[in-house]
C-alpha cells in the first residue's frame, strides 16, 4: 500500500511540473523579449527562426554580463568625449569614412571606460545588448561600415546613415545612467560605514 501510495504522490507531482512548466517557459521568454525587444527579433533570425537557440543564447548573454560593474564617467570624461563626437560629426561632410572609423573606434573606447569587456567587437556588441539592446543595433551597423571604409569600400549614404544610428548609444553611454546614481549611492554608504582609523596620540 505505502509503495503505490509513493507512486501516486510521484505521479501527482510529475503533472504538477508539467502544467507549471508551460508558463514558466513563457514568462521566460516574455521576460527576454521585453528586456531585449528588437535584439531578440534579431536573434531569432539569426538563428535561422530558432527561438529557443536565441533564448538560450539571449540567457546566457544576461548570466555573463547582467551584473557587470558599470563605471561612471568623470565630468571631464563626458565633456571630452562629446566634444570629439561633435568634432567628428562636424568633419563628416568633408572626411566621411574617417569620420566613421574615428567614431567606431569612439564608441569602443568609451564603452570600455565604462566597464564593457571590449576583447573583440562581437563580445563587446554582446555586452552592450544586456543594457542597451534597443540601441546596441546603431553600433553594429557603425561598425560595419567602419570595416567596409577600411577596405575601401565607402558608400557616402551608407556612411551617414550609420553614423546617425550610432548617436543614440552614444547618448546612452556618456550620460548619467541610473546605475552610475546607484553607484555612487553605494559608494557613499560604504563611506558611511567605514569605521573609523584611530590615531595613537
Not at 511540473?17 to 525587444?37: C, E, K, M, T, Y
Not at 571604409?149 to 551608407?158: K, L, S
Amino acid at each position: 500500500m505505502s509503495v503505490t501510495l509513493i507512486i501516486l504522490v510521484a505521479a501527482l507531482v510529475a503533472m504538477v511540473a508539467l502544467v507549471f512548466a508551460r508558463p514558466v517557459r513563457q514568462s521566460s521568454r516574455d521576460g527576454l523579449l521585453s528586456r531585449f525587444g528588437p535584439e531578440y527579433d534579431r536573434t531569432v533570425v539569426r538563428h535561422g527562426g530558432d527561438a529557443k537557440a536565441a533564448q538560450w543564447e539571449l540567457s546566457e548573454r544576461l548570466r555573463r554580463y547582467g551584473d557587470l560593474s558599470i563605471r561612471a564617467l568623470t565630468p571631464e570624461s563626458r565633456e571630452r568625449y562629446a566634444a570629439r563626437w561633435s568634432g567628428l560629426r562636424e568633419r563628416f561632410v568633408e572626411s566621411p569614412a574617417p569620420s566613421v572609423r574615428e567614431a567606431d573606434r569612439l564608441l569602443g573606447a568609451l564603452a570600455a571606460e565604462r566597464g564593457y569587456p571590449a576583447e573583440s567587437p562581437e563580445q563587446l556588441m554582446e555586452a552592450l545588448s544586456v543594457r542597451h539592446a534597443r540601441a546596441v543595433d546603431g553600433y553594429r551597423k557603425l561598425h560595419t561600415e567602419a570595416e567596409r571604409a577600411r577596405a575601401g569600400h565607402v558608400h557616402t549614404d551608407r556612411l551617414r546613415e550609420a553614423l546617425h544610428g550610432a548617436h543614440p548609444l552614444f547618448e546612452e553611454l556618456v550620460r548619467a545612467q541610473p546605475h552610475d546614481r546607484a553607484l555612487r549611492r553605494r559608494r557613499q554608504r560604504q563611506r558611511h560605514h567605514r569605521p573609523a582609523v584611530l590615531h595613537s596620540s
